[in-house]
């Protein structure tokens, strides 16, 4: 009989008056790999950092085996048996280190360990570390010299150097390729037979087939399915994710032949593949496809950020050869990049600021800035767009993430543009400000073409009225938005043939 190792029974976590978690019910087992699944803001992450130690609960309990688990800290959890291996993969391996540090760094810092350290006896025992986890490398190599494979393989046996009850592995295989993934599963294969219980985050369908033993769905902070070994079927578990199947959205492809943006034979890379796109005027396309894709250098390209390898663009008929992003925007075209922290978001700056940013001249007389003209444009965009604040004077680190999201899609709202990129828009929103996003950006893409790059097919299905797929950098596959093939759509996506 398979034991059950970490027990969690009506877990609730809010933040503020934002309820995350809802009363979550979950078992891990020995052996067993069971996958998490959840669209952006069902609290996948919440639920994962409560396990870890890094958030604690508002309420409901933890067991590992019998006895309560409550840790107060992500070092609690460690010495309780819980184990995460991160997306980042540099969260957790030291990059400047070699591999055998990396792999006994734990030995290394615990409590009554030696001062002075033999190098000869610590490569010997990394070496018995690495050969345990099937890792073939040389332990006198600087990790920063190893590819993303070895990388994430470091920090998996580095945690398996804990011996955990339990390991989470959050989408393990997103920086990886095909082979590389290969080596993964194997790995995971032989955690498996150890007894271990791993939690794998993932909404990848080759990742899934190959490896899970459970899948559980979670929408809106609640469990809503779970499906058993006997019955891993991946398309109700992504119903249960979503709400609805995956292909039933509420969109009418809008079908347009006024070319806006014109891209012929680009290639994104050196070696890379050529491809043609032409984005209509009044249309929304998504761009989709696994991490290493393509997809980022598409954007920076087409805002002037780097130079592709080959090719040529138009907009509106004349070659478009932007050098900056200056040159971008002065030509119509506009991007909201990804990653907002580090990239958008001005920390010490008010919303209306922060919104108006990158065009502080059209709100100016001369050297001044117009106060009133650029409150009433920001205001009138935090209406239309339902940025929830008291006023536009508001801090911008007074909002919730979702709500800083509209601010930044807000920003490239407020001036019309001819091309619209948008750089996954709605990474870390929940799903009501996705769709309050998503719904704005089509209903003001009339005189523009919108381009939105996303890495999560329920999202592109959510807001596309054409879907384009990349893969390795090649243009693999195009679909307007209506009676889609789920399957030859995810087949594309991660290289698979098509079931």
């Known amino acids: 009989m398979t034991s059950t190792v970490l027990t969690i029974e009506g877990v609730c976590k809010s933040f503020g008056r934002n309820e995350v978690l809802k009363g979550i019910d979950l078992t891990l087992n020995a052996g067993t790999v069971t996958v998490l699944m959840g669209a952006n803001g069902a609290g996948k992450s919440t639920l994962v950092k409560a396990i870890c130690g890094i958030h604690s609960v508002d309420s409901g309990n933890m067991q590992i085996g019998d006895a309560p688990y409550a840790p107060a800290t992500a070092a609690d959890a460690l010495s309780l048996g819980v184990v995460a291996v991160h997306q980042s993969i540099d969260d957790g391996v030291i990059p400047d280190l070699d591999v055998a540090t990396n792999l006994m760094l734990d030995q ?107 899948i559980i769905s979670m929408r809106d902070g609640q469990v809503s399915g779970v499906f058993e070994q006997d019955n891993l079927d991946y398309e109700g578990a992504v119903t249960a994710m979503l709400g609805h199947k995956m292909t039933e959205v509420n969109i009418v492809p809008k079908i347009s032949y006024a070319p806006v943006l014109e891209i012929e034979n680009l290639s994104l890379k050196k070696n890379w593949p050529a491809f043609n796109l032409t984005a209509n005027e009044g249309e929304v396309i998504a761009v989709t496809g696994l991490l290493g894709s393509g997809k980022s250098q598409m954007a920076d390209i087409i805002f002037g950020l780097r130079k592709p390898a080959s090719g040529t663009m138009k907009i509106d008929g004349r070659l478009y050869t932007p050098s900056s992003a200056s040159d971008a925007i002065a030509s119509g075209v506009f991007m909201s990049p990804k990653d907002r922290g580090n990239n958008a978001v001005v920390g010490a700056f008010n919303i209306s600021d922060n919104m108006s940013l990158p065009f502080l001249r059209a709100f100016s007389n001369f050297s001044f800035i117009s106060g009133r003209r650029q409150r009433r444009a920001t205001t009138e965009m935090i209406s239309q767009i339902g940025v929830v604040c008291q006023s536009e004077d508001d801090s911008i680190g007074t909002l919730s993430g979702g709500n800083q999201q509209k601010v930044m899609i807000g920003r490239w709202l407020l001036k019309p543009s001819r091309v619209l990129l948008l750089d996954e828009p709605f990474q870390g929103v929940d799903i009501g400000a996705r769709r309050d996003i998503g719904r704005h950006i089509r209903d003001t893409a009339g005189n523009r073409a919108t381009i939105v790059f996303v890495a999560e097919i329920d999202e592109a299905i959510e807001i596309a009225d054409r879907i384009i797929v990349l893969n390795e950098g090649n243009l693999v596959g195009e679909h307007t938005n209506e009676n889609l093939n789920l399957g030859a759509l995810v087949a594309q996506i991660t290289g698979e043939k098509a079931a």
């Open 108 to 214: 290394l810092t615990k409590p009554g360990a030696k001062t002075f350290v033999r190098d000869r006896m610590m490569r010997e025992q990394a070496t018995e570390v690495a050969k345990s986890m099937g890792l073939k490398m040389d332990v006198r190599m600087r990790v920063s010299d190893l590819g993303v494979a070895d990388r994430q393989m470091i920090a998996i046996a580095r945690a398996m150097a804990r011996s955990p009850k339990v390991l989470v592995l959050d989408e393990p295989t997103s920086s990886l390729s095909a082979s590389e993934a290969d080596r993964l599963f194997a790995l995971i294969d032989r955690l498996r037979d150890q007894g271990v219980a791993v939690l794998y985050i993932s909404h990848r369908m080759s990742d899934i087939r190959r490896i899970a033993n459970r």
